[in-house]
């Protein structure tokens, strides 16, 4: 998983509150476990006029001109400004897979919903919660500027304008740690590597009949 410290990135507004699951990947791409290749398909249905399947070459499909993502001001950013309740709908994994395989590192609405906001850590996502009427303000200054960039300081745990307003977000502190040193739950794991090798020799010499 990708550290996670600094980021200075142009912010893309998605300007629609209960986005779910099925809005983020849709079901019909969710046959394969590996959490690559989801970038292209991701908000399938607003970002191309035709019905996207696996195995399609998006680089060919039709693009709605209208959607955020397809507007030349918003390529290549890292930062999607959100509302209320993103990411509802199904527990998927493969939502924040494709959010993260798009680019975007980090996401701001006023709130989450509950299994898509802890399947984000797990992912190198770093979803952020803001008042409303900041989140609000944000949108209204994404619009108003082309460019517009924020800086996400998570050992500060703040967000800063290019004004200079910050504004402070929470994180719990196991949270914190694992985005600044990369730890999913396998890194996690792998930390014990040695104690995990050492119990299973000593098992397999106390109980060899269970090897």
Same mark, same amino acid.
């Given at each position: ?108 609405? #006023? ?8 399947? =984000?850590?797990? @992912? !190198?996502?770093?979803? $952020?919660? %803001? ?36 504004? #402070? ?8 740690? =694992?985005?600044? @040193? !990369?730890?999913?739950? $396998?890194? %996690? ?23």
């Amino acid at each position: 998983m990708k550290k996670f410290d600094l980021l200075d990135g142009l912010v893309c507004p998605l300007d629609r509150a209960n986005v779910d699951t099925d809005a983020i990947i849709p079901k019909q791409f969710l046959k394969s476990i590996n959490r690559s290749g989801f970038g292209p398909n991701l908000f399938d249905e607003w970002r191309y006029t035709d019905h996207g399947e696996p195995g399609m070459d998006c680089s060919l499909r039709p693009k709605n001109p209208d959607f955020v993502l397809n507007q030349p001001r918003f390529q290549g950013a890292q930062i999607l400004l959100a509302r209320d309740n993103f990411g509802c709908g199904s527990s998927r994994e493969h939502a924040p897979w494709a959010i993260e395989d798009y680019g975007f590192r980090a996401i701001i609405a #006023p709130s989450f919903a509950d299994i898509f906001f802890n399947n =984000c850590f797990k @992912n !190198g996502v770093l979803p $952020i919660v %803001l008042p409303e009427e900041t989140v609000d303000s944000l949108f209204k200054e994404c619009a108003a500027q082309e460019g517009y960039r924020l800086t996400i300081d998570l050992a500060a745990q703040t967000v800063t304008t290019p004004d200079g307003d910050a504004f #402070p977000f929470e994180i719990t502190a196991h949270r914190k740690h =694992c985005l600044l @040193n !990369g730890l999913d739950d $396998i890194g %996690l794991t792998l930390r014990h590597a040695e104690k995990i090798k050492a119990f299973e020799e000593k098992r397999k010499a106390e109980q060899p009949w269970l090897f």
